[in-house]
Nanobody, 127 residues
Framework: QVQLVESGGGLVQAGGSLRLSCAAS????????KGWFRQAPGKEREFVAA????????YYADSVKGRFTIARDDAKNTVYLHMSSLKPEDTAVYYC????????????????????WGQGTQVTVSS
């Protein structure tokens, strides 16, 4: 059974940092793009960041650029999202996804391109 399990969420003050992890099991995701999305209350799920399966390409939403960093460790079948300078508007449930792709340096940003999803982890940033 394929599973993606997020962890690392929690309550943090504005300006603080958190590191989210997404551990995969059930198969190897070495040739999968990994992405992070988030969904705030009353809003649609939105793209946050993605990393190619080579690790050589990353892409960020403008709202998090310069504050968030995505990284992957295929030996651990895990993708990370390092979040710093957090703002109250970063409050959301964060989801990781995996998307198979032929090309090693491509990334995808559309939710429908991702085949596998985790259950989400709550991040709450207080002002």
């Amino acid at each position: 059974q394929v599973q993606l399990v997020e962890s690392g969420g929690g309550l943090v003050q504005a300006g603080g940092s958190l590191r989210l992890s997404c551990a995969a099991s059930g198969r190897t995701f070495s040739r999968y793009i990994k992405g992070w999305f988030r969904q705030a209350p009353g809003k649609e799920r939105e793209f946050v960041a993605a990393i190619s399966w080579s690790g050589g390409t990353t892409y960020y939403a403008d709202s998090v650029k310069g504050r968030f960093t995505i990284a992957r460790d295929d030996a651990k079948n895990t993708v990370y999202l390092h979040m710093s300078s957090l703002k109250p508007e970063d409050t959301a449930v964060y989801y990781c996804g995996a998307a198979r792709h032929y090309y090693s340096d491509y990334i995808v940003r559309k939710e429908n391109d991702y085949e596998y999803w985790g259950q989400g982890t709550q991040v709450t940033v207080s002002s």
